[in-house]
């Protein structure tokens, strides 16, 4: 799923600001606890659930990234 958000336009990096936490460690699981996520892997934005046991395609994550974070241009 990383690698799904690393390979994005580079129009839509400067939008977002990721963060990718690990279930090995404590502060992971509570991320996870916190979304209330049931499977990974996971996205969530702005601290909301969006994409879950799934991969989505690059045209549907930057167009869900757009909408949400689009500054007008």
Same mark, same amino acid.
């Given at each position: 799923?990383?690698?799904?958000v690393k390979v994005l336009p580079e129009e839509i990096q400067e939008l977002?600001? @990721?963060r990718e936490w690990d279930l090995r460690t404590r502060e992971? @699981?509570?991320r996870f606890r916190e979304l209330r996520a049931?499977?990974?892997p996971s996205i969530a934005m702005d601290g909301e659930l969006?994409?879950?046991s799934l991969i989505p395609g690059q045209e549907e994550l930057c167009?869900?990234?757009?909408?949400?974070y689009q500054t007008g241009s």
């Open positions: 799923m990383a690698e799904s977002i600001d @990721v992971g @699981v509570q049931k499977s990974l969006i994409y879950e167009e869900e990234i757009r909408r949400r």
